[in-house]
């Protein structure tokens, strides 16, 4: 069987190579294929014409392949025998095969080496006695358009070095004029020692000894003051605990460099814990002393703050600074206690007593639990609440060992900073036992009997069978 071998055989060619002017011209030329990581030789055009073939003993030849989507890059150049060195024009253009053209016609424009592209990063913002530090991002890299087609003035395709008279970012000649009088310097980082307005600089030059500057306008201002407080005692997160009634240390702890401060007011301000609205502001002072110290006294379980107010002149304009800190305040738990009194041997009134440090009671909640003889288990198998703390009457009908609980909470319930209870709630019990006299439920398991009494009615008719 005979085998059908088809040539490689895609032709990239141009109708005229022109300079800037618009001027036809003949140049260097070479090609890259990048998928294969192949170049082919050196060529000159002939009649302002580059035409070379893929197929071409010195690219793929005519047994090699160049598909759909791979790239054939067209470097062409004037000034020096190849692609190393200073050039008078050059370009480079890229054809990404589509599959089906057999005949590339490109034509192409070379221009001489551009400036590099000024581009850098200053903080304008900025004050007196800091370091500033400027970063270049200057670009040698250049790109433009003719006839439809883009052209590089570009130093690599993907890995591969182009054109290696293109600079890169850390070639460039690259300085920083801070405008101190020093003019263009190396380094890049500056710090001023006087407010004012200043236009700082940056300057990149590439291998053509072409420059580009750029300009970026600086305003230095004096520092900012920063509002401190301090707290004595701190309050439960420094382990100093406070509650309503406690007396507290506010200190300020203020600092301004530049002694730029004309005003500080100093108030304390009570928010509500679960709205957050003001409930009251008390402006303590006004004064410009930077470690000025005052006491409050903590009236309500609610949320504490101090408020700075800084009035200060940053060298030209009036500026204003509120600093806050809140003054974690614990909220006490309530106490309980409950007893037991026998009105018969099945009717019982529990009654309770409880109080709350910083605030009021405001919910009661009874349980009654049944023990289970077997299992050990409490279950439970009653439950009411009250708004009022009044005593409650119950009938038991039944025999059994029990225990009463009551459970309250205070209005600031879920701001309980403690870990025995959660959400503010405290709670009592007492155990007792109801005798066997009544109607009681037996069960029977396996050879013997087995006999526990629990009750079939609790209360007011309530069944927990």
Request: aromatic content about 12%; charged content about 25%; proline content about 2%.
């Amino acid at each position: 069987m005979r085998r059908c071998v088809i040539a490689l055989n895609i032709t990239f060619t141009c109708n005229e190579v022109v300079d800037e002017n618009g001027d036809a011209i003949n140049c260097k030329y070479q090609v890259y294929y990048p998928e294969h990581d192949k170049w082919n030789d050196i060529r000159d055009t002939e009649l302002y014409q580059y035409n070379c073939n893929a197929g071409d003993d010195d690219s793929l030849s005519q047994t090699g392949s160049f598909l759909k989507d791979q790239h054939a890059v067209i470097c062409l150049w004037v000034g020096g025998d190849d692609r190393t060195g200073l050039k008078d024009r050059m370009a480079y253009h890229v054809i990404k095969h589509d599959g089906e053209t057999t005949t590339y016609v490109i034509d192409v424009e070379l221009r001489p080496k551009t400036a590099p592209e000024c581009n850098w990063y200053l903080n304008t913002t900025a004050t007196i006695n800091r370091e500033k530090t400027a970063y270049s991002y200057a670009d040698d890299n250049y790109s433009w358009t003719f006839d439809g087609t883009v052209h590089y003035h570009h130093r690599v395709y993907g890995s591969e070095v182009i054109f290696d008279s293109i600079d890169t970012n850390s070639s460039l000649d690259i300085t920083f004029d801070f405008d101190d009088g020093d003019g263009f310097e190396t380094t890049n980082k500056h710090t001023y020692t006087s407010i004012g307005d200043y236009t700082a600089k940056h300057k990149a030059v590439n291998q053509y000894n072409l420059e580009s500057i750029c300009e970026r306008n600086i305003r230095l201002k004096y520092n900012s003051p920063i509002g401190c407080l301090t707290f004595s005692p701190d309050g439960y997160g420094s382990g100093d605990e406070l509650s309503k009634g406690d007396t507290v240390d506010v200190t300020a702890c203020i600092t301004d460099e530049d002694s730029r401060i004309t005003d500080i007011e100093h108030h304390w301000i009570i928010k509500d814990r679960d709205s957050g609205d003001v409930i009251r502001d008390t402006k303590v002072d006004n004064n410009t002393t930077l470690d000025y110290n005052y006491n409050v006294e903590l009236l309500e379980l609610q949320d504490a703050y101090g408020y700075q107010y800084i009035s200060w002149n940053d060298g030209f304009d009036d500026r204003s600074i509120t600093k806050r800190r809140e003054l974690q305040v614990k909220n006490i738990l309530p106490e309980v206690s409950i007893s037991k009194v026998d009105l018969s041997s099945k009717e019982k009134r529990f009654e309770q007593v409880s109080s709350d440090a910083d605030g009021s009671v405001i919910s009661w909640d009874w349980k009654i639990y049944l023990h289970m003889p077997f299992s050990g288990e409490w279950i439970e198998v009653y439950q009411t609440t009250t708004e009022d703390g009044d005593p409650i009457e119950i009938t038991f009908n039944e025999a059994g060992s029990y225990k009463t609980r009551i459970t309250v909470q205070d209005e600031f319930g879920k701001y309980s900073t403690t870990n025995s209870s959660a959400y503010g709630e405290t709670f009592a019990e007492i155990e007792f036992d109801i005798s066997a006299s009544g109607t009681c439920t037996s069960a029977i398991g396996g050879e013997d009997e087995i006999f526990f009494i629990f009750p079939d009615v609790i209360g007011d008719g309530i069944n927990i069978n």
